[in-house]
Structure formats: structure tokens, C-alpha cells
């Protein structure tokens, strides 16, 4: 129960491309490379993103929180929270109704959102 103790990994910036769904994937060798999506991780309400994909956004989003609770000024720490719980519920009402369409598939993006 290290509190101080740094992640392993680095998350991306905001820029980086969304990883690959599995289902893509297992198509590359018949899809052209135009086809395979482009989704920036902070594109938090592109269409057609898979769990897999929506998993690495909340993650990036929870990561933010981390980060921001972590700022000394105590204004600019408010105003960051804020953006970000409007970013996550943004997150949230888009991904959740995706829910009823692909049974577990998103379950873990809207875990790590709620966190």
C-alpha cells in the first residue's frame, strides 16, 4: 500500500493512437491499411471505438485524475477536477448505453471510469 510509488508504464499523450481491437486485428491480413482506425486516445466520444479501446481512454482519464489530484494549488486543482468529471461523464453516458448492445465488452472502460 505504497501510495508514492510511481506506475510502470508511461500513458501516452493524448495524440497517441488508440490500440488496435482484437477483431481488427484479426482481419489485417484482408483489410487495407485505410481501413484500420485512426482514434486519437483523447477522442473520448469517436464512434465505432471497442472495448479495448474505451478501456486505454478510461484508463488515460483515471490516470489525469492521479495527476491532477496531486497539484498543490488548490484552485487549479479544483478547476482541473472539474473538467475532468465533466470529461468523465461524458465518457460514461456514451459508453454505458454501449453496454446493452455488446454484452461485456465494455465492462471494464466503465469500471475504471467509475474508480
Do not use: W, Y
Not at 472539474?82 to 453496454?99: H, K, M, N, R, Y
Amino acid at each position: 500500500m505504497v501510495f508514492d510509488q510511481p506506475l510502470v508504464t508511461i500513458f501516452p499523450s493524448g495524440n497517441a493512437r488508440l490500440p488496435i481491437e482484437p477483431e481488427v486485428l484479426d482481419q489485417l491480413d484482408i483489410l487495407s491499411p485505410e481501413s484500420v482506425p485512426n482514434v486519437p486516445v483523447s477522442c473520448l466520444t469517436a464512434p465505432k471505438v471497442g472495448g479495448f479501446g474505451r478501456t486505454a481512454q478510461a484508463a488515460c482519464l483515471v490516470d489525469q485524475v492521479f495527476k491532477t489530484v496531486e497539484i498543490v494549488d488548490i484552485d487549479s486543482r479544483l478547476l482541473q477536477l472539474d473538467g475532468l468529471d465533466t470529461s468523465l461523464q461524458a465518457f460514461l453516458s456514451l459508453v454505458i448505453p454501449q453496454c446493452h448492445s455488446r454484452c461485456g465488452s465494455f465492462c471494464a472502460a466503465v469500471q475504471l471510469a467509475i474508480r
